[in-house]
């Protein structure tokens, strides 16, 4: 049943009507008559007799015959909920979208099989899987899939990989050998690339994309073709990762270390362990793909789970631009324009020397906006606002300052410590560095790709891409440099991830670049003997997952321990915490100040009692729940974001 509380997460019996016998099936929407109110729910399953000793009550109505909640994706919400301490109403409403009655009505009833795969076009039986010789063990993974069995990879893709055609080729092998596919990926963008290069290689009407974003009827349309058997793929963000594929075969998921894959809802599973533990309950291929890798995909090449996909050396050094770091202030070029676009000498030269080669140049810059913090001109104060303290910042080069958090614009702000009232930049974003830019060379048209406008490519000629992290498009020919700018942004996060979370994004940056043997050139702006800046330069993320995977191991945070977080008022998380039969193990961090007045405390066991973890906080609030105790706690099991 629809009813999120911990104490009633468990299956109830009912009886079902002899009117609706026939189509009252397993994995239907019925309305059911709970506590003296109409709730919705799901049959689990049909049976001849109850185990419950009482009077048991009539199903209200069926909502709807189709089928959409299948055996599989059931036992699969049933290991997520348990997994993350939540509850099972909590993942159905993830898995399954709202019913669309009309796109019910407009498609006729499911084949009892997939289609058989289109034949390939004469030449093309060559052509299949033409990337992945550059790896040595690709053209065994692709063999494995097209025998029908189920191998495990992590696949580090190289500089320049066109890696949607990639995941399309093991796609057909898989559709080929009979079975179906699901694959994620992070943002709309690259579902777009990875929709085009499957429609490219299986034809049209062979697969369906599936996103929150397409909207109520789009979607459960998708969902309909999906649960139907009419497509044997499904693509999509991370709303794909229940997709009730049938015969499912492979999952795949691409750069597993972007944000946008955690879920923000209850029980706020991330869609690589979704897909890991369906493959594991499915006995299916996985493929877990990116430039970076994140220490949880080590995890599993290092366990034996998974193998690794690499290029060797010299395949790599062929493929991969020239890599250079650089200071900062002090090493600022010469020439007036150079120092007024903020570029050190390097930097400068890589950008002069493609655009007079007639290349396209790719500038990153983390922060998005004109000027997003200020400080006072005179003593460096940082700017914040008078009513609620937030950081000032400035839109445009006339505009007065604005708060980041209330909004309030603050005309006549005042420095409390010295009374200036001129202003200095204490970040520089995107906007602004494109002014500079514009500035510096003038006769060079200026392109910019950010949350508000993302571009998906830029023509391969002269020009001056600014782009924030995630939102490069991608130059014919690739980039004649990329500019890594403003490291410290990313580096100095207060984060656990962020020297991770930084190398993936420059990775992601830099392999958009020409190999070095055309010219292509990558200048990051930071200490060479950092280790992600190493890990960049030497283009080996699996050393800086080694290491990242080391450390955490030495101090006990994911993925080599389980932690949960309980976030709630105080007495609320203190209550929850006395009422949890915790592992032995278990260790108590905390706790730390949160958001609106609210506590935060961290629970940390070994991974051999991650089970019990959950099982101890799903257990406490059930308890609460079943006590009426409030207000509520957050439970977030391995959270994406720990500090």
């Given at each position: 049943m629809d009813v999120p509380l911990a104490h009633l997460d468990r299956p109830f019996d009912y009886l079902v009507p002899a009117e609706l016998a026939e189509l009252a099936g397993a994995g239907t929407r019925v309305r059911v008559r709970f506590a003296g109110q109409l709730v919705d729910g799901w049959i689990l399953e049909r049976a001849e007799l109850s185990g419950h000793d009482g009077r048991l009550s009539y199903l209200e109505r069926l909502v709807s015959a189709e089928p959409v909640l299948s055996p599989e994706i059931a036992r699969l919400a049933r290991a997520v909920a348990d997994r993350y301490a939540g509850n099972l109403s909590d993942v159905l409403r993830l898995a399954v979208p709202p019913r669309h009655a009309r796109v019910e009505r407009e498609t006729g009833p499911?084949?009892?099989?997939?289609?058989?795969?289109?034949?390939?076009?004469?030449?093309?039986?060559?052509?299949?899987?033409?990337?992945w010789p550059s790896y040595p063990a690709g053209p065994g993974y692709l063999r494995a899939l097209a025998e029908g069995r189920a191998p495990r990879a992590v696949w580090s893709a190289l500089p320049g990989e066109d890696w949607a055609v990639r995941f399309a080729e093991v796609i057909?092998?898989?559709?080929?050998?009979?079975?179906?596919?699901?694959?994620?990926?992070?943002?709309?963008?690259?579902?777009?690339?990875?929709?085009?290069?499957?429609?490219?290689?299986?034809?049209?009407?062979?697969?369906?994309?599936?996103?929150?974003?397409?909207?109520?009827?789009?979607?459960?349309?998708?969902?309909?073709?999906?649960?139907?058997?009419?497509?044997?793929?499904?693509?999509?963000?991370?709303?794909?990762?229940?997709?009730?594929?049938?015969?499912?075969?492979?999952?795949?998921?691409?750069?597993?270390?972007?944000?946008?894959?955690?879920e923000p809802r209850a029980p706020y599973p991330h869609a690589r362990e979704v897909l890991l533990t369906r493959a594991q309950l499915g006995d299916a291929a996985v493929l877990v793909g990116g430039y970076a890798r994140t220490a949880e995909s080590r995890l599993l090449v290092e366990t034996g789970w998974a193998r690794e996909i690499v290029a060797d050396r010299s395949t790599l050094r062929s493929?991969?631009?020239?890599?250079?770091?650089?200071?900062?202030?002090?090493?600022?070029?010469?020439?007036?324009?150079?120092?007024?676009?903020?570029?050190?000498?390097?930097?400068?030269?890589?950008?002069?020397?493609?655009?007079?080669?007639?290349?396209?140049?790719?500038?990153?810059?983390?922060?998005?906006?004109?000027?997003?913090?200020?400080?006072?001109?005179?003593?460096?104060?940082?700017?914040?606002?008078?009513?609620?303290?937030?950081?000032?910042?400035?839109?445009?080069?006339?505009?007065?300052?604005?708060?980041?958090?209330?909004?309030?614009?603050?005309?006549?702000?005042?420095?409390?410590?010295?009374?200036?009232?001129?202003?200095r930049a204490a970040v520089v974003g995107a906007r602004r560095t494109a002014e500079e830019l514009g500035r510096a060379f003038p006769d060079v048209p200026v392109r910019t790709s950010g949350r508000e406008e993302v571009l998906a490519t830029v023509p391969g000629e002269a020009g001056l891409v600014i782009a924030t992290p995630g939102a490069e498009p991608v130059a014919e020919g690739g980039y004649g440099a990329v500019l890594l700018l403003d490291s410290w942004a990313l580096?100095?996060?207060?984060?656990?991830?962020?020297?991770?979370?930084?190398?993936?994004?420059?990775?992601?940056?830099?392999?958009?670049?020409?190999?070095?043997?055309?010219?292509?050139?990558?200048?990051?702006?930071?200490?060479?003997?950092?280790?992600?800046?190493?890990?960049?330069?030497?283009?080996?993320?699996?050393?800086?997952?080694?290491?990242?995977?080391?450390?955490?191991?030495?101090?006990?945070?994911?993925?080599?321990?389980?932690?949960?977080?309980?976030?709630?008022?105080?007495?609320?998380?203190?209550?929850?915490?006395?009422?949890?039969?915790?592992?032995?193990?278990?260790?108590?961090?905390?706790?730390?100040?949160?958001?609106?007045?609210q506590e935060r405390m961290l629970v940390r066991v070994p991974r051999s009692q991650a089970a019990a973890l959950a099982a101890a906080l799903h257990e406490a609030a059930a308890v609460r729940t079943a006590r009426k105790a409030g207000p509520p706690v957050r439970i977030q099991v391995d959270p994406h974001d720990i500090f």
């Amino acid at each position: 049943m629809d009813v999120p509380l911990a104490h009633l997460d468990r299956p109830f019996d009912y009886l079902v009507p002899a009117e609706l016998a026939e189509l009252a099936g397993a994995g239907t929407r019925v309305r059911v008559r709970f506590a003296g109110q109409l709730v919705d729910g799901w049959i689990l399953e049909r049976a001849e007799l109850s185990g419950h000793d009482g009077r048991l009550s009539y199903l209200e109505r069926l909502v709807s015959a189709e089928p959409v909640l299948s055996p599989e994706i059931a036992r699969l919400a049933r290991a997520v909920a348990d997994r993350y301490a939540g509850n099972l109403s909590d993942v159905l409403r993830l898995a399954v979208p709202p019913r669309h009655a009309r796109v019910e009505r407009e498609t006729g009833p499911a084949p009892s099989t997939h289609p058989p795969a289109p034949p390939p076009e004469e030449g093309a039986g060559a052509a299949a899987g033409a990337g992945w010789p550059s790896y040595p063990a690709g053209p065994g993974y692709l063999r494995a899939l097209a025998e029908g069995r189920a191998p495990r990879a992590v696949w580090s893709a190289l500089p320049g990989e066109d890696w949607a055609v990639r995941f399309a080729e093991v796609i057909e092998a898989t559709v080929r050998a009979g079975r179906g596919a699901v694959a994620v990926v992070g943002d709309a963008r690259d579902l777009d690339r990875l929709d085009a290069a499957l429609t490219g290689l299986l034809g049209a009407g062979r697969h369906v994309a599936l996103s929150a974003a397409l909207g109520p009827a789009r979607r459960y349309r998708a969902f309909l073709a999906a649960s139907r058997g009419r497509v044997p793929v499904v693509i999509g963000t991370r709303a794909a990762m229940f997709a009730p594929v049938t015969d499912l075969g492979l999952v795949a998921i691409w750069d597993d270390g972007d944000d946008l894959h955690a879920e923000p809802r209850a029980p706020y599973p991330h869609a690589r362990e979704v897909l890991l533990t369906r493959a594991q309950l499915g006995d299916a291929a996985v493929l877990v793909g990116g430039y970076a890798r994140t220490a949880e995909s080590r995890l599993l090449v290092e366990t034996g789970w998974a193998r690794e996909i690499v290029a060797d050396r010299s395949t790599l050094r062929s493929r991969t631009p020239r890599i250079t770091p650089t200071g900062d202030d002090p090493q600022l070029a010469r020439d007036p324009a150079a120092a007024s676009a903020r570029l050190p000498s390097l930097a400068w030269e890589a950008a002069r020397a493609a655009l007079q080669a007639d290349a396209p140049v790719l500038v990153q810059v983390p922060r998005r906006g004109y000027l997003p913090a200020v400080a006072c001109a005179e003593c460096r104060t940082p700017a914040r606002c008078p009513h609620c303290a937030g950081p000032l910042a400035l839109r445009s080069a006339g505009a007065a300052p604005t708060c980041r958090w209330c909004a309030r614009v603050a005309a006549g702000y005042a420095c409390p410590e010295c009374g200036g009232r001129r202003f200095r930049a204490a970040v520089v974003g995107a906007r602004r560095t494109a002014e500079e830019l514009g500035r510096a060379f003038p006769d060079v048209p200026v392109r910019t790709s950010g949350r508000e406008e993302v571009l998906a490519t830029v023509p391969g000629e002269a020009g001056l891409v600014i782009a924030t992290p995630g939102a490069e498009p991608v130059a014919e020919g690739g980039y004649g440099a990329v500019l890594l700018l403003d490291s410290w942004a990313l580096l100095t996060r207060a984060d656990l991830r962020a020297g991770e979370e930084a190398l993936r994004r420059w990775l992601a940056a830099a392999a958009l670049a020409r190999p070095g043997a055309v010219g292509g050139r990558v200048v990051v702006v930071a200490d060479g003997a950092l280790a992600p800046v190493q890990a960049l330069l030497r283009w080996d993320p699996g050393w800086f997952a080694d290491r990242e995977l080391a450390e955490r191991r030495e101090l006990g945070f994911p993925p080599a321990a389980r932690m949960a977080s309980l976030t709630g008022m105080a007495a609320a998380v203190a209550d929850l915490v006395e009422a949890a039969r915790l592992p032995p193990a278990a260790e108590l961090l905390g706790p730390v100040p949160a958001p609106e007045g609210q506590e935060r405390m961290l629970v940390r066991v070994p991974r051999s009692q991650a089970a019990a973890l959950a099982a101890a906080l799903h257990e406490a609030a059930a308890v609460r729940t079943a006590r009426k105790a409030g207000p509520p706690v957050r439970i977030q099991v391995d959270p994406h974001d720990i500090f």
